[in-house]
């Protein structure tokens, strides 16, 4: 007989606070869709911009992709993007807090692709500032894609912990 995943048994509780995890982690990703991305480096004034900004600026397709954010190829996620991507992640944090089961084999690395495919979206645009920007003392990122970043990575960590094998305890068996 495998071993149960109550929410008061030890497989349980930690799927439970994965799921808790994930969810938080996907508030603060989406949340920061509207606190500052990007602002002016030391060389240069005006006032920031946020992920949301970045999207009200964007037409037509451009508000989920943009392939020449700075000259050449480019690729930036506005906040639109994160936004669905941290909606997407908290679903799949509410599905493993409601789930009677541990979440296993196929599905589980499915769920993890998805969390890190989110996480990847602020860690492209961090990394599309550094590389391919005009530099820092033009436009520099802000705190709040920093912390879309670490959203991210929080909500792939909730994933994996609630997805992850349950710890041995005396007595019991883990799931076959």
């Known amino acids: 007989m495998g071993a149960s995943t109550a929410p008061g048994s030890p497989g349980g509780r930690g799927r439970v606070a994965g799921a808790l995890v994930t969810i938080a982690s996907a508030g603060l990703m989406g949340g920061m869709v509207f606190a500052p ?3 002016p ?3 240069s004034s005006g006032s920031a911009l946020t992920g949301w900004d970045i999207s009200d600026i964007a037409t037509g397709g451009q508000k989920w992709f943009i392939s020449d954010f700075f000259d050449g190829f480019s690729p930036f996620f506005p906040g ?3 936004l669905v991507a941290a909606a997407i992640v908290a679903l799949i944090g509410v599905g493993l807090l409601v789930a009677v089961r541990r979440v296993r084999g196929g599905t589980a690395v499915l769920l993890r692709l ?3 495919a989110a996480m990847a979206l602020p860690v492209v645009d ?3 500032v550094l590389t391919s920007g005009p530099g820092s003392d033009i436009v520099f990122f802000q ?3 920093i912390g879309a970043v670490v959203g991210g990575l929080g ?6 912990w609630a997805t992850g094998k349950p710890p041995l305890t005396r007595g019991l068996r883990p799931d076959a």
Request: aromatic content about 12%; hydrophobic content about 65%; cysteine-free.
């Open 155 to 160: 909500g792939v960590f909730g994933i994996a």
């Open 114 to 116: 998805i969390g890190i």
């Open 126 to 128: 961090v990394a599309i």
């Open 41 to 43: 480096g030391s060389a």
């Open 37 to 39: 991305w990007l602002g």
């Open 143 to 145: 705190w709040g894609l």
């Open 80 to 82: 639109l993007t994160v």
